[in-house]
């Protein structure tokens, strides 16, 4: 038996290196942690700090190699789980210490219902007697952690559930054993800001109704405001800031503390140019736009009925103007970004861009048309050609618009764009997979920019990205507006990302436009209880709130 003094959890001293042809990597520099019965801890830091490794180790999950424990232990209840035996280990994995992952698609198994995956942990671990109550105690669960139509729904798979309901089924096998100990790792990351509230409440409530001890590994400062009792800060593998997390934000002591509390979106009033919008000159103008998507019943065919992705949408973008396109998945907003690409035809409606119809452009009109409009996409890795050089990613628009530049000058001009965006000459001969996703994503923001383009539409351009790169990345869009004098279409589903770089907002509800106007209105006094959800699922604490004025200047 635990004496009532020892921790839940306690890591000492703990060194992880990795081996790498470019030598070793100190992913992990010697921690000390500790969680209490009953308590969330969270851990936070940007990618590559080390945080989520520190995971793997508790859960035995390290690839090793590459990975190696070169230093100290961590205890569970007393028990130093590196000195365990495998058997040992996995007796402790899943019934007394379980984890919840980032991305519950890649973690479920895609050809087995989502009822006897959550059945299956009972019956590994014997704490079912047979098939049948396995099944019954997996509905159970699932009714637990709200998802409705338990029964019927776990015969289902996990393609046929939303992101949301994916991670409620991650946190019922979690739960199944009743674990003393829940580690969350990135645990909302890819969700709308509104179900990623749900799911952290739910987790809170759960955690309140078991007493279990919770670790919650986040890039997320505001979600560590809404859920910890504790913080530690990780940066480059060690902890540069621990404590109560009230405290550590308030008082914080570490400068890199201090730069990540300046890169949260605060909700205070912004001072924004008095320019009217109305005196700049359109650039787009879409009216009654409509996107439909015929449905068919899969291999034996026939129709199932018709998507409405977008309903009657229009809008106008004028010059030196950001438009923010704000709503949840689903809600209609990439399916604008690809008809504004030319990459779909509407079902009706149009688009004029200087006052030509953009539906009707063919050849040449057309092509000058994508050399005026270019687009950020969501995955800057994904979006990169890996086998190319930084170099040649960028030159790609000048050798399709060959009449930009003469051949000789693409080396000086992609050096210059390298600058622009905040990166060194010397870049231009790696490989995207060389760069963080920050850098990444600058590189893509330089490829929009070769074909100096009028207007850049950024479909969730930051939503993969840490709080502190978000925060860069919006600042160089926001700068680059200022000195190109573009125009940003910026899509996003988290209001706050938003507040001190758009101009205007559009909410967007199931393909629908439910409020529309200026940013400050939108925030002040938002007229649609939609909107107002949206609002209210991504506030920060109030106590996290900086007193000072954020100023805005822009266009």
Known sequence: MAEPKTPLLAIEGLKVQFSSPRGVVKAVDGINLTVERGET???????????????????????????????????FEGRDLLKMTPAERRKINGSEIAIIFQD????????????????????????????????????????????????????????????????????????????????????????????????????????????????????????????????????????????????????????????????????????????????????????????????????????????????RVSFTLREKQTLGIVGESGSGKSTIARLLMRLADPSSGSVHCRDKNLFSLRGPDLLAFRRDVQMVFQDPYGSLNPKMTVADIIAEPLAIHRDILPRAQWRDRVRELLGLVGLKPEHAERYPHQFSGGQRQRIAIARALASEPRIIICDEAVSALDVSIQAQIITLLADLRDKLDLSYVFITHDLPVVRSFADEIMVMKAGAVVEHGRTDDLFLRPRDEYTRKLLSAGEIPGWMQRSDTTEHHGA
């Open 104 to 311: 519950p698609l890649a973690h479920l198994n895609p050809v087995y219902s989502v009822g006897w995956q959550i059945a299956e942990v009972f019956r590994i671990h014997g704490r079912a007697r047979d098939a049948a109550e396995a099944n019954e105690k997996a509905i159970a669960l699932m009714e637990r952690v709200g998802i409705s139509n338990a029964r019927s729904r776990a015969d289902q798979y996990p393609h046929q559930f939303s992101g949301g309901q994916r991670q409620r089924v991650m946190i019922a096998m979690a739960l199944a054993l009743s674990p003393k100990l829940i580690i969350a790792d990135e645990p909302t990351t890819a969700l709308d800001v509104t179900v990623q509230r749900q799911i952290l409440e739910l987790l809170k409530e759960l955690q309140r109704e078991m007493g279990m001890g919770l670790i919650l590994i986040t890039h997320d400062l505001a979600v560590a405001g809404l859920m910890a009792d504790r913080v530690a800060i990780i940066k480059d593998g060690t902890i540069v800031e621990s404590g109560g997390i009230r405290e550590a934000f308030t008082t914080p002591k570490a400068a890199y503390t201090h730069q990540l509390l300046a890169a949260i979106p605060q909700v205070e009033r912004t001072q924004r140019s008095e320019v009217a919008n109305e005196l700049r000159p359109p650039l787009l103008v879409a009216r009654d736009l409509s996107k439909e998507y015929h449905l068919s019943r899969g291999l034996i065919g026939g129709s199932a009925g018709t998507l409405r992705a977008v309903d």
């Open 41 to 75: 801890l969270a851990i936070l830091g940007e990618s590559g700090s080390g945080k989520s490794v520190s995971a793997s180790v508790v859960m035995n999950i390290l690839d090793m190699p590459p990975g190696r424990i070169t230093a100290g232990s961590v205890r």
